[in-house]
């Protein structure tokens, strides 16, 4: 061992690892994934367990004229039923707003509709059964008297106030920003050249295998409450389970079994759990909540509809001057709490034209109510809008000055030596790698290749295309975020470490697992930290009664956040367990060391004392210790980024397609995706991060909407009618890395879990227009559904 | 309203099991719930994703799309047996291996389906692969690392029945 381990890892030529971290590791806790032997919400058994449905509205917009539940209640097995105003004696209501989003406003949410409905799907009335069949049985025979009102599903009409949903607020506008750098109209006056084009993203949703499911167990003796959640922020849900319900926060525990996939769909606050939770303390019993596919569609949070119109302005030689957007997004009657339904539409505004180098941009927009589900912050948040319109107007711009896609990317990417970076917009950048993850993407899929058999490949009538798709993108995501606007969501989380009697060392860490891997690079920066085997780390997340206080697992801040936190717990570990080996061996503290298991010697990496013996002595032998000497073989760190709002990575990815001109289907052919998420701790899991996020970006691009109609009525709310991508349909992806590590941590990592969603459906887009290009065609609606297609070439 | 419940009589994962049901109920929620067989998942309760996928009778089935009382005097398979048995133990360890599952819900449906495709095609290509899965739902992997898996199974089965052969 040498002095390097003291220093920080990311000096010139130093690396964290002793072994553990940068290794393609398997994950411990996937072995009982393997054997249906992990425990999801819905596999928990309790005593006296009650089940809980809802009987939803199935109005999109309706007066609730009145309710008869007597029928219900005298069915089999059922406990008790309630309506909104019941709930509301235990349960208060939010209001989605947040102070940085200046203006934005929404009414307030109560668990059950009150006196009307907003949305198809929104929860009415609960009915508590001893089993889920039983309560079920008597959701048929409530009867509700409705009232329909006029519904509202356009965004055009929603932005003109016709009519205007929630007559209090005046109009029907949520949220509105606007970012303007000055004399844009005259820039664009003066440019060479001016390329606009509106794209239309259709609403989908996360499609989580396990649907949301809450188990609350209320106990009357002690006034408490402990909830088992599938959710990715638990002590956020517990401070607002605490206070909505008004039980000490003391009282409450939220526990996060394995979670079947979450990706953003499970961090918000749902009226129906938040029900679930007050029933448990009216009936006095455990409640379950496990949503079925079909009310998932309608009460899971949607994403992504937006209208966005785009201008780029450039000079003859292909120099990007400005850019100037407008997007317009509906959000559904209610701003979700408590992140709000604001930050997808501010993301857009931040994040467009975020690749390239340019002075001037100007941005309006404008997120509205309207009379479809709620939608909120669904993995990539706003990047898959931003990117897309982006790449779009890129690729048209290049194609307009008959310059190649590649050609006209590498004269405006901000050059790699530029960092530290700031648009005029006021987004600022550490460092990042365009050019470097460029050379790589075109060296990965063999650009030149790929041209001369598109080339080839039209010669026979056959229709092949190549995308790129330039990205940032934000992770690690600092105070900045949420809570300079008052929202109680910790930016900051922790991690305790404590050595075993042993040997083993014990993690205990805020942020959650949901098969991302969070658990297991986790215990690789452990042991690298300490000084000890991966097989000798156990991991603990997910309980806010043993946890550190944190945030969880969402914006792409896992392992970088909650990484620090453990590399920093790691260290200061090890500081302790050579104050006590010092002790015991009675000997220069700076003569040892910790490797594989044991102190060492630092000069010969002689083994000297075994951290199982080191444990023993300090446990069970303290008595053998000097006097004085207490050892502290448990340490808890904590760790916030402070110097950036957010550490933006960034990326590029490829697509190459087959579009069937006949049929409008599109064949995927390749996908390469190059992405610098700094410090990468475990590539196999950093990939299948990866690769899993392009398909759900492959998804959007391809397939997935939530299509509703004038009636405010979804009309593919099932597995069956919504198209999710399946293997058959989906290429191998092709990953690779760069790595520049952030210096605002030890660690260097940043996130990258956002990325593949966030830069696919731009890269497919736009290589299905440079397929259809000979054609004269082109497609800026998404999902690019065959119709879509056969539209854009004239044929239907 | 529910009709009265009917007794059935079937083997799972090798244990005679005799229960009185409700005509109505699915498989998979006998399984999960009667005998706490949690192993099995529900995902859609419409046929669509796959991961409540069990075997009877040797057969893979949608366990959400038949009912228990339709397993009576059969032989009914799950994860949990599969598991024990060992019979699809390397396909597991490659699954481990290759990471070939995140949230791991669609998993035990998914190993069920992909042990199917070892039994009856071993020279299994890539593609055909891709099209045996693809009545299964992952949305976390992206699917090229269950394809690896699956695809290094049959390889180390066909070279272990190559040398057994030999």
Not at chain 1, 492 to 516: H, I, K, M, N, W
Request: glycine share 10%; hydrophobic share 40%; charged share 20%.
């Amino acid at each position: 061992m040498t002095a390097r381990d003291e220093l920080p890892v990311q000096g010139e030529h130093q690396t964290l690892s002793r072994g553990h971290v940068g290794r393609a590791d398997p994950r411990p806790n996937a072995k009982r994934l393997l054997q249906g032997r992990g425990v999801y919400i819905d596999d928990l058994r309790l005593p006296r367990l009650a089940h809980v449905v809802f009987v939803r509205s199935p109005h999109a917009h309706a007066r609730i004229v009145s309710i008869d539940s007597s029928r219900a209640r005298r069915s089999p097995g059922i406990i008790a039923v309630f309506d909104g105003p019941a709930i509301a004696q235990v349960c208060k209501p939010w209001v989605g707003v947040l102070g940085h989003l200046k203006g934005i406003r929404s009414p307030t949410q109560y668990p059950l509709a009150m006196e009307r409905a907003c949305w198809q799907g929104e929860p009415v009335v609960a009915i508590v059964g001893e089993t889920r069949a039983e309560a079920e049985d008597a959701r048929d025979l409530v009867e509700i008297q409705w009232e329909p009102l006029p519904v509202l599903v356009d965004m055009e009409a929603a932005l003109a106030g016709l009519p205007v949903l929630h007559p209090e607020l005046g109009d029907n506008i949520c949220f509105e920003r606007t970012v303007d750098t000055g004399d844009i109209d005259a820039i664009f006056a003066a440019a060479d050249l001016v390329v606009e084009e509106t794209f239309h993203f259709g609403r989908h949703t996360g499609v989580c295998p396990e649907g949301r499911a809450i188990l609350a167990d209320y106990n009357p003796a002690e006034h408490s409450l402990t909830v088992h959640h599938a959710t990715q922020a638990p002590h956020m849900i517990h401070d607002i389970l605490a206070r909505h319900l008004d039980i000490p926060e003391a009282n409450v525990r939220v526990i996060c079994h394995d979670v079947g996939g979450a990706y953003g769909i499970k961090v918000h606050v749902y009226p129906d759990e938040m029900c679930t939770a007050a029933v448990s303390m009216l009936v006095r019993r455990p409640v379950k909540f496990q949503a079925d596919r079909m009310e998932s569609f309608v009460s899971d949070i949607h994403a992504r509809e937006h209208k966005a119109t785009v201008r780029l302005a450039a000079t003859r030689d292909g120099r990007i001057l400005g850019f100037d957007l407008r997007d317009l997004t509906a959000i559904g009657p209610y701003s979700v709490y408590p992140r709000t339904s604001g930050i997808e539409g501010n993301q857009v505004v931040n994040l467009t034209g975020g690749p390239y180098r340019h002075s001037h941009y100007r941005a309006r927009m404008h997120a509205v109510f309207t009379n479809k589900n709620v939608t909120c912050q669904y993995r990539a948040v706003g990047h898959p809008i931003a990117v897309a319109i982006t790449e779009g107007i890129v690729d048209l711009a290049a194609q307009r000055l008959s310059i190649d896609p590649v050609e006209f990317r590498r004269r405006n990417l901000i050059p790699d030596d530029a960092y530290p970076y700031a648009f005029p917009s006021g987004i600022r950048f550490e460092k990042l790698s365009h050019h470097q993850c460029l050379d790589k993407l075109l060296e990965l899929m063999d650009y030149e290749a790929l041209r001369a058999d598109q080339a080839r490949a039209r010669e026979r009538g056959c229709y092949r295309g190549i995308g790129l798709a330039a990205m940032i993108e934000v992770t690690n995501p600092s105070a900045a975020f949420y809570g300079v606007g008052g929202a109680r969501i910790s930016s900051q989380d922790g991690a305790t470490l404590r050595l075993e009697p042993t040997g083993a060392l014990t993690v205990l860490c805020s942020v959650t697992e949901q098969g991302q891997g969070t658990e297991t690079v986790f215990a690789q920066i452990a042991a690298d930290t300490v000084g000890v085997s991966m097989d000798k780390v156990r991991v603990i997340t997910g309980d806010t009664a043993t946890t550190p206080y944190g945030g969880g697992t969402w914006g792409s801040r896992g392992a970088g956040i909650g990484g620090e936190a453990v590399l920093q717990s790691g260290r200061a570990l090890r500081a302790n367990i050579l104050d006590a080996a010092a002790a015991i061996l009675a000997c220069d503290r700076a003569t040892l060391d910790v490797a594989d298991d044991a102190v060492i010697d630092r000069l010969t990496l002689r083994s000297l004392l075994t951290l199982a013996e080191l444990g023993r002595s300090c446990y069970y032998r303290p008595d053998t210790l000097p006097a004085g000497f207490q050892s502290e073989l448990m340490v808890t760190r904590h760790y916030v980024p402070r110097d950036y709002a957010f550490a933006f990575t960034n990326g590029i990815q490829a697509s190459w397609v087959e579009v069937d001109i006949d049929t409008g289907f599109v064949k995927l052919l390749g996908h390469w995706c190059v992405e610098d998420c700094g410090t990468v701790i475990n590539p196999l899991l950093v990939d299948e991060q990866l690769r899993g996020g392009v398909v759900q970006g492959l998804g959007a691009a391809l397939f997935e909407e939530c299509r509703y109609d004038q009636e405010g009525q979804m009309l593919n709310a099932q597995l069956g009618d919504y198209l999710v991508p399946m293997a058959g349909e989906m290429p191998d992806i092709v990953c690779g890395h760069v790595q520049t590590p952030t210096r605002t941590s030890e660690l260097g990592a940043k996130g990258a879990g956002e990325a593949g969603t966030a830069g696919a459906p731009a890269a497919v887009m736009n290589a299905i227009n440079d397929a259809l290009a000979p054609l004269a065609a082109r497609v800026t609606v998404q999902p690019f559904t065959p119709e879509r297609i056969l539209a854009a070439l004239g044929r239907v | 309203m529910p009709l009265p419940e009917a007794e059935i009589c079937l083997t799972v994962n090798g244990q005679v099991v005799r229960k009185r049901v409700e005509p109505r109920q699915h498989l998979v929620d006998f399984l999960r719930e009667a005998l706490d067989l949690t192993g099995s998942h529900l995902g859609c309760e419409h046929g669509v994703c796959g991961a409540c996928t069990v075997r009877v009778d040797g057969r893979i089935v949608r366990g959400c799309l038949m009912l228990a009382v339709q397993a009576d005097g059969r032989s009914v398979e799950t994860i949990e047996g599969v598991s024990d048995s060992g019979e699809l133990a390397d396909l597991q360890h490659a699954f481990h291996q290759r990471n070939a599952l995140q949230c791991g819900f669609c998993t035990p449906g998914m190993l069920l389906c992909a042990g199917e495709l070892l039994a009856t095609s071993p020279s299994a290509t890539r593609e055909e692969i891709r099209e045996h899965i693809s009545g299964n739902y992952c949305r976390c992997t992206g699917y090229q690392a269950i394809v690896d898996a699956i695809e290094t199974t049959l390889a180390s089965r066909r070279a272990t029945a190559g040398a057994s052969e030999a």
